[in-house]
């Protein structure tokens, strides 16, 4: 009940004050604005002009292109187009022997294997499996799911109508 007396005195204040700074504000005189000049008028029409430069807006496709493109010659190469996979490849070959092993294609589940395992065991029992879950960051689109699931309790069921 409290809520709703503060919320109603909020809303008494927030009026009041509105009826303040608007009698404060108002005046009676009107101001008129100055006549700009004819020839400033006429100088800053004749420099613009007629619409605003705008830049073409580049495609998805366009931006990935140029992104591949390094020389900028409007082809890609074999060597540009392959660029990226070999830094991708020599950043995971650990060895530079020039082959991936399994170990180092799999490094990051290696790793995460061996930090999970706290007896070094060598398995994982089901706590220390529990923590190579990943994490997930994303919020639920609705909040109103739960709530709506909430109010209904899971024992009630509808009531049906029986002909009888």
Known sequence: MWRYLVGAGG?????VAGLFLFRGSASTEKR??????AAVASETEQDLPAEPPSAAAKTREQKRFDRIDKDKNDTITKDEFFALRRKLFARLDTDHDGRLS?????????????GAD????????RPEFATT???????????????????KPADQEPAEDSDG
């Not at 809303?11 to 009026?15: E, K, N, P, T």
């Not at 008129?32 to 000049?37: E, K, T, V």
């Not at 639920?140 to 909430?150: E, G, H």
Request: positive net charge; proline residues 8%.
């Open 11 to 15: 809303a008494m204040l927030l009026v």
């Open 32 to 37: 008129l604005l100055p006549a700009p000049s």
């Open 102 to 114: 399994f170990e180092e294609w799999s490094v990051k589940a290696v790793e995460r294997f061996a």
């Open 118 to 125: 706290k007896d070094k065991s060598g398995t994982l029992s």
């Open 133 to 151: 879950a990943v994490k997930r960051t994303a919020k639920p689109r609705c909040a109103c799911a739960p709530a709506k699931a909430a109010a």
